[in-house]
């Protein structure tokens, strides 16, 4: 039998926690023959609510889950790390400026770089949920220096699935018919949900929709505020959506992207269409040998250009505003 993998999972007692962990322990994350232990982590006051969830755990008798273990001290709960899903972070409140937001994560993704540094397992995989996604990334991979930058990565899988369904609802297709779609630039309302490069059924969507009305007017608008509309509807923000999100992602980072088709994920740029070195920035990735790989040599056209260059002029101010900060350096 294999040896569990140690999943450590930050914000466990939260909302994207509850959605996320039993699917790990029922083997969805890395694979029906692949044991895992749980590593919980949270804040003191949120320990209670984690133990609780621990118990259903428990109460479900996951052949796979090999255990559980709570902590509210990153040192240990990052201790032997295989993946690391760093879901917990400082909410944007009412008349909170961004310098605040960023400071405050600053002040917990930073910690948390440094202990995965230190304890981590060699092979260790980080992804990073909490938002603001892509900059906590850069500041938890700033801390790290021992370990590969591309180990770090931040979700943009929702954005991309959120788009596969908004682009199969309006072809009348299923979400399989569609490959090759692509998430640019950053986890917010600026990210650039590409169709160009993307396959239905094998031909070109944007032949397929023949609209570019509708392409810019409302398929952009309308995948890069899904969030706000779920929140709008919802009362509470995507939680089942974001938690199977993150499955996909690791999912596809240990077992392989499949052949003729690629995924988004937001990782340190090696200068590959522009973006500048080091940015967490969402590309078209596929994985081989459990290692994300930025598609090479696409064709870029002026409408996709100024929506990539936005995004990433946005992530640049992030960069710039945690460096003033001195959260990195
Ligand atoms: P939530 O507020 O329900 O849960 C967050 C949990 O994190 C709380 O239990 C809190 O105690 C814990 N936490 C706070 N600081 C922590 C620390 N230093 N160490 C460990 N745990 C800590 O929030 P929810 O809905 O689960 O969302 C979590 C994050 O995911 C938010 O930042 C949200 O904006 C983000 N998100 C990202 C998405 C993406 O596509 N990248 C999609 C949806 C949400």
Redesign the pocket.
């Known amino acids: 039998a294999k040896a569990p993998v140690n999943v450590t999972v930050?914000?466990?007692?939260?909302?994207?926690?509850?959605?996320l962990l039993f699917r790990i322990a029922s083997g969805q994350l890395l694979g029906a023959d692949t044991p895992v232990r749980l590593r919980l982590?949270?804040?003191p006051?949120?320990i209670k609510?984690?133990e609780g969830t621990a118990m259903e755990l428990d109460d479900c008798a996951f052949p796979l889950l090999a255990g559980v273990d709570i902590y509210?001290d990153?040192r240990k709960?990052f201790d032997g790390v295989n993946v690391a899903l760093?879901?917990?972070?400082?909410?944007?409140t009412k008349g909170m400026e961004r310098r605040d937001l960023l400071e405050a994560?600053g002040?917990?993704f930073g910690?948390?770089g440094a202990a995965i540094n230190d304890g981590a397992a060699d092979d260790v995989r980080v992804l990073?949920?909490?938002?603001?996604?892509n900059t906590?990334a850069l500041i938890a991979q700033a801390h790290a220096p021992d370990i590969p930058a591309d180990r770090f990565t931040?979700?943009?899988?929702?954005?991309h699935n959120r788009a596969l369904s908004q682009l199969a609802a309006k072809l009348n297709v299923s979400v399989s018919d569609i490959k090759k779609l692509t998430i640019w630039g950053n986890?917010s309302a600026t990210q650039y949900p590409d169709i160009f490069h993307a396959e239905v059924n094998g031909r070109s969507a944007v032949e397929a929709v023949n609209d570019e009305e509708w392409l810019r007017d409302t398929f952009i608008p309308t995948v890069a505020k899904r969030?706000a509309a779920i929140i709008e509807a919802r009362g509470?923000?995507?939680?089942a959506?974001?938690a199977n999100?993150?499955i996909d992602h690791v999912y596809d980072w240990v077992n392989g992207t499949p052949e003729g088709d690629w995924t988004s994920v937001a990782l340190p740029s090696d200068g590959s269409y522009g973006v500048p070195e080091g940015l967490v920035s969402s590309f078209p990735v596929v994985s081989r040998n459990g290692s994300w790989e930025i598609v090479q040599g696409l064709e870029i056209n002026e409408f996709s250009r100024e929506r990539i260059d936005a995004s990433v002029r946005e992530l640049e101010e992030e960069r710039e505003a945690v460096r003033a900060l001195g959260l990195i350096k």
């Open positions: 930050t914000g466990a007692a939260g909302q994207i926690g509850y959605a982590l949270e804040i006051q949120a609510a984690a509210d990153p709960a760093l879901v917990g972070a400082r909410p944007r994560n002040g917990i910690p948390q990073v949920v909490g938002n603001p996604a906590n931040a979700m943009t899988r929702l954005d986890h969030g509470a923000s995507s939680a959506s974001a999100a993150a």
